[in-house]
């Protein structure tokens, strides 16, 4: 079965903290993704990442950066997080390839910025 | 990537064939047409996508309209377990995979 592993389901940090969102894939995929998730907003992209050490900016990047130093990890970063950051964080993975090909979402982080 | 129009919500009766429809006018020629689904509290899961022609998997067929403005995701027999938000994307297959996910639609299925 393929696997997209998002290190924590629930996590909970004060304003102004260092944070990592770890999201490890077993797919051996070149892609991944993280978007955030809120009411209203729907899904949008934060950043992408074509291959390691590569990453190009999504939608919303501001106030996020990302690390990719293993192909099969990819790590969101909240620098100083602010309580507007409180979401869900959900991370995604994909073959690069030119023929079309779905991309496997993990179960998303809930973060609460107190 | 083009944009895509679809109904915020929707109900259907379980065992019955569910239609959720999709408008992206503005497709173009290499853009393809994905669904993905998405359950309470879970990640989106893909179900199934296609360029011109109609496409069945085991989840679900996807009839896309001769000109591609418009396609209809159908579930042939809806289940309870088939509650969810279903979003329609219009995307280019090429490099990248990139999704931008729209508002989707909110499928409620009623025993």
């Given at each position: 079965?393929?696997?997209?592993?998002?290190?924590?389901?629930?996590?909970?940090?004060?304003?102004?903290?260092?944070?990592?969102?770890?999201?490890?894939?077993?797919?051996?995929?070149?892609?991944?993704?993280?978007?955030?998730?809120?009411?209203?907003?729907?899904?949008?992209?934060?950043?992408?990442?074509?291959?390691?050490?590569?990453?190009?900016?999504?939608?919303?990047?501001?106030?996020?950066?990302?690390?990719?130093?293993?192909?099969?990890?990819?790590?969101?970063?909240?620098?100083?997080?602010?309580?507007?950051?409180?979401?869900?964080?959900?991370?995604?993975?994909?073959?690069?390839?030119?023929?079309n090909t779905e991309a496997f979402f993990g179960q998303g982080t809930r973060l609460t910025v107190v | 990537d083009a944009k895509?129009?679809?109904?915020?919500?929707?109900?259907?009766?379980?065992?019955?064939?569910?239609?959720?429809?999709?408008?992206?006018?503005?497709?173009?020629?290499?853009?393809?047409?994905?669904?993905?689904?998405?359950?309470?509290?879970?990640?989106?899961?893909?179900?199934?996508?296609?360029?011109?022609?109609?496409?069945?998997?085991?989840?679900?067929?996807?009839?896309?309209?001769?000109?591609?403005?418009?396609?209809?995701?159908?579930?042939?027999?809806?289940?309870?377990?088939?509650?969810?938000?279903?979003?329609?994307?219009?995307?280019?297959?090429?490099?990248?995979?990139?999704?931008t996910f729209g508002g989707g639609t909110r499928v409620l299925v009623k025993p």
């Open positions: 079965d393929v696997k997209v592993t998002q290190s924590s389901r629930y996590l909970v940090k004060r304003t102004g903290e260092k944070v990592f969102l770890e999201c490890v894939q077993d797919m051996d995929h070149e892609n991944m993704f993280w978007y955030r998730q809120d009411p209203g907003l729907g899904l949008r992209l934060i950043y992408f990442s074509y291959d390691v050490k590569m990453k190009e900016k999504g939608d919303i990047p501001e106030g996020y950066s990302v690390s990719r130093e293993k192909k099969e990890r990819f790590s969101l970063i909240l620098e100083s997080a602010s309580t507007n950051q409180t979401s869900m964080y959900l991370c995604a993975s994909s073959p690069w390839t030119r023929a | 895509t129009t679809q109904p915020t919500s929707m109900d259907c009766a379980e065992g019955r064939a569910a239609n959720l429809p999709c408008n992206h006018s503005t497709i173009s020629g290499n853009e393809y047409v994905y669904w993905y689904r998405q359950i309470h509290s879970q990640g989106p899961q893909y179900i199934i996508h296609g360029l011109k022609n109609n496409e069945t998997n085991e989840m679900a067929s996807l009839i896309i309209t001769e000109d591609r403005k418009s396609s209809t995701l159908i579930l042939p027999h809806a289940t309870l377990r088939d509650t969810a938000v279903y979003y329609c994307i219009v995307r280019v297959g090429a490099a990248g995979n990139k999704l």
